[in-house]
T-cell receptor, first 111, second 112 residues
Framework: AQSVTQLGSHVSVSEGALVLLRCNYS??????LFWYVQYPNQGLQLLLK??????LVKGINGFEAEFKKSETSFHLTKPSAHMSDAAEYFC?????????FGTGTRLLVSP | GAGVSQSPSNKVTEKGKDVELRCDPI?????LYWYRQSLGQGLEFLIY????????KSGLPSDRFSAERTGGSVSTLTIQRTQQEDSAVYLC??????????FGPGTRLTVL
């Protein structure tokens, strides 16, 4: 069965600093992987997805993620944090049509 | 174009009452999914509809939960005899292909 693990329930950065949110996956088949962002009282918005094409995936709002099979990782990065990036981020793997989500990482951005 | 819409946005009910939650998928999307987001359990899959195929109900937590999709479009999630542990945000998603799901804003259910 597919699963994902997100390390760190909370990550704090200063505005302008590098953002790194960690996600490791477990999958018996080549995975389809996703990052979603959730702002307060809103649904999930797709940031980016990996579907076995390029290993470096670029998404919206300056985010990108790199698929590393050897490390079973799909970490999300952004070179420079902005206050508007404060939100909860979910990594997910597609398993038999449904998405299996990690527990989420709340990103806090301080001025 | 219009995204996934859900109604109501908030629902407060008393324990033991039945509730219906509605989802309008993106036009042209053949697949529709329900998920539940709660503090204790995170984001959980509930049910999946694809076209005219039998739905995948493997995530429904009990027989008090049911869902239907009429005409391959609108879906209704029904919870009978609600319990306090049913309090959560219920999210609907739809997809055209089989890999990218687009989510609605959710319905926040509070069972008193």
């Amino acid at each position: 069965a597919q699963s994902v693990t997100q390390l760190g329930s909370h990550v704090s950065v200063s505005e302008g600093a590098l953002v790194l949110l960690r996600c490791n996956y477990s999958s018996s088949v080549p995975p389809y992987l996703f990052w979603y962002v959730q702002y307060p009282n809103q649904g999930l918005q797709l940031l980016l997805k990996y579907t076995s094409a390029a290993t470096l995936v670029k998404g919206i709002n300056g985010f990108e993620a790199e698929f590393k099979k050897s490390e079973t990782s799909f970490h999300l990065t952004k070179p420079s944090a902005h206050m508007s990036d404060a939100a909860e981020y979910f990594c997910a793997v597609k398993g038999f049509q449904k998405l299996v989500f990690g527990t989420g990482t709340r990103l806090l951005v301080s001025p | 174009g219009a995204g996934v819409s859900q109604s109501p946005s908030n629902k407060v009910t008393e324990k033991g009452k039945d509730v219906e939650l509605r989802c309008d998928p993106i036009s042209g999307h053949t697949a529709l999914y329900w998920y539940r987001q709660s503090l204790g359990q995170g984001l959980e899959f509930l049910i999946y509809f694809q076209g005219n195929s039998a739905p995948d109900k493997s995530g429904l937590p009990s027989d008090r939960f049911s869902a239907e999709r009429t005409g391959g479009s609108v879906s209704t999630l029904t919870i009978q005899r609600t319990q306090q542990e049913d309090s959560a945000v219920y999210l609907c998603a739809s997809s055209r292909d089989t890999d990218t799901q687009y989510f609605g804003p959710g319905t926040r259910l509070t069972v008193l």
